[in-house]
C-alpha cells in the first residue's frame, strides 16, 4: 500500500507559476514510477507527467517547455512545477504510484488530487 498527499494547488493567474507536490509514505517509494495527471472539468482524466524510479522525466505534448518533474527519494516526494499556466491548465491534478511498465491509471496508487484554478 502507498498513501499520497498532493498540495500546493491554487489560483494562479494566467502566466504564473505553481509547485505542486505529492508525498509518499506506506511503501518503498523508490521502486515506484510517479505520474501526474489532470482532470479539467467535463473532461477525461489526462497524463501530464511522468518520472521513472529513475529519474527520468515525460511530458504530454502540451505540457512540455513549460512543466518539470521532479523527485526526491530521500523525501519521497515529488513536484510538479509548472510554469506559464493557462486557462486550459485548469483541472483536478492527481498524483500516482505505479510500477514502471504499468498501466498506471489501472494499477496505480491515488492520491486525493489538488485543484489548480488559472484564472484572472
Known amino acids: 500500500q502507498v498513501q499520497l498527499v498532493e498540495s500546493g494547488g491554487g489560483l494562479v493567474q494566467p502566466g504564473g507559476s505553481l509547485r505542486l507536490s505529492c508525498a509518499a509514505s506506506?511503501?518503498?517509494?523508490?521502486?515506484?514510477?510517479m505520474s501526474w495527471f489532470g482532470q479539467a472539468p467535463g473532461k477525461q482524466r489526462e497524463l501530464v507527467a511522468a518520472i521513472t524510479p529513475n529519474a527520468n522525466p515525460n511530458y504530454g505534448d502540451s505540457v512540455e517547455g513549460r512543466f518539470t518533474l521532479s523527485r526526491d527519494n530521500a523525501k519521497n516526494t515529488v513536484y510538479l512545477q509548472m510554469n506559464s499556466l493557462q486557462p486550459a491548465a485548469t483541472a483536478v491534478y492527481s498524483c500516482?504510484?505505479?510500477?514502471?511498465?504499468?498501466?498506471?491509471?489501472?494499477?496505480?496508487?491515488w492520491g486525493q488530487g489538488t485543484q489548480v484554478t488559472v484564472s484572472s
Open positions: 500516482n504510484a505505479a510500477p514502471e511498465d504499468s498501466d498506471y491509471a489501472r494499477v496505480g496508487y
Open positions: 506506506g511503501s518503498i517509494f523508490s521502486i515506484y514510477a
